[in-house]
Nanobody, 115 residues
Framework: QVQLVESGGGLVQAGGSLRLSCAAS????????MGWYRRAPGKQRELVAT???????NFANSVEGRFTISRENAKNTVYLQMSSLRPEDTAVYYC?????????WGQGTQVTVSS
């Protein structure tokens, strides 16, 4: 039983920055993988970035070089630092965690980038 709670979403102008946080509760152990997905209006959900417990990261090509993902294993928390934001980044961002063989999802947080 794991609960994921996102925070940090909001409205920001193009070129600005925003930091998303996701805290996992209900487990005494660190997630093997944590990350972020997003769904823009009228589009399918897509992977944004992931990070393993050992620190290996993976980014979507569209955010490579602009976004940074990090985690604090002891707190079961993952962060997404978003810089040089574009209107195309506007979406609902979902936190994702894998504990063993089970996947968990947060409720999502809205990120809106104005032009």
């Amino acid at each position: 039983q794991v609960q994921l709670v996102e925070s940090g979403g909001g409205l920001v102008q193009a070129g600005g920055s925003l930091r998303l946080s996701c805290a996992a509760s209900g487990s005494f152990f660190s997630a093997t993988v944590m990350g972020w997905y997003r769904r823009a209006p009228g589009k399918q959900r897509e992977l944004v970035a992931t990070i393993t417990s050992s620190g290996s990261t993976n980014f979507a090509n569209s955010v490579e070089g602009r976004f940074t993902i990090s985690r604090e294993n002891a707190k079961n928390t993952v962060y997404l630092q978003m810089s040089s934001l574009r209107p195309e980044d506007t979406a609902v961002y979902y936190c994702y965690s894998r504990y063993g063989m089970r996947d968990y999802w947060g409720q999502g947080t809205q990120v809106t980038v104005s032009s």
